[in-house]
């Protein structure tokens, strides 16, 4: 299965931008990019997918290199409630075999 | 929509003791997932359903753990005999098949003495 590798933690400051980085060098053509977080005491929650072109909804703005080894997840005005585990997922139509790993616990200071 | 439920929140047993924890998938989605989270392995995929069936269990950890789901609406996964090392929070999701999102439920925190 391919693997994601990310930071095991950042820092941000309030209302600035962050960009959560993962790195998937083994990436299949099929495979989609997710990205999930978890807030403290909660299951996680989808923030965002895409194959290959760049993607933005309302919670985040998803860069994928051209390459597609390696992608970046935007958070364009990092708020307190943005504090938590992120992570970034490898997944070719299903979630089988998935595994979550430990993903990038993000600080948002104040 | 009320989204995944699970029950009960939180609960605590002795070793040796049966444990039964549940799920209620959100209406129309075909696929429920059972995962547990730790902090030495982070969040595992133990087993999946599609339409009610199981599809692969061979994250489930051994023997003593098993899991069914009797309908569309509802899961348990049961351990028995529970052990210490069972303590961790248990998550079920479930997911439409072309949705390509997990929607999870808040979680069972389990602790064995």
């Known amino acids: 299965d391919a693997k994601t590798t990310q930071p095991n933690s950042m820092e941000s400051n309030e209302e600035e931008p962050v960009h959560l980085p993962c790195n998937h060098s083994?990436?299949?053509?099929?495979?989609?990019i997710h990205w999930y977080r978890q807030l403290p005491s909660q299951g996680p929650e989808y923030v965002i997918h895409?194959?290959?072109s760049n993607v933005n909804n309302r919670m985040a703005s998803l860069a994928i290199a051209e390459d597609r080894k390696s992608s970046t997840l935007i958070l364009h005005r990092a708020t307190l409630r943005d504090a938590a585990v992120y992570y970034c997922i490898l997944s070719s139509g299903g979630y089988q075999k998935v595994t979550f790993g430990i993903g990038t616990k993000l600080q948002v200071i104040p | 929509d009320a989204g995944v439920i699970q029950s009960p929140r939180h609960e605590v047993t002795e070793m040796g003791q049966e444990v039964t924890l549940r799920c209620k998938p959100i209406s129309g989605h075909d696929y429920l997932f059972w995962y547990r989270q730790t902090m030495m392995r982070g969040l595992e995929l133990l087993i999946y359903?599609?339409?009610?069936?199981?599809?692969?269990d061979s994250g489930m950890p051994e023997d003593r753990f098993s899991a069914k789901m009797p309908n569309a609406s509802f899961s348990t996964l049961k351990i028995q005999p529970s052990e210490p090392r069972d303590s961790a929070v248990y998550f079920c999701?479930?997911?439409?098949?072309?949705?390509?999102?997990?929607?999870f439920g808040s979680g069972t925190q389990l602790s064995v003495l």
């Open positions: 895409g194959l290959t």
């Open positions: 999701a479930s997911s439409r098949r072309d949705s390509g999102k997990l929607f």
């Open positions: 083994t990436i299949s053509g099929t495979d989609y």
């Open positions: 359903f599609n339409n009610n069936v199981p599809i692969d």
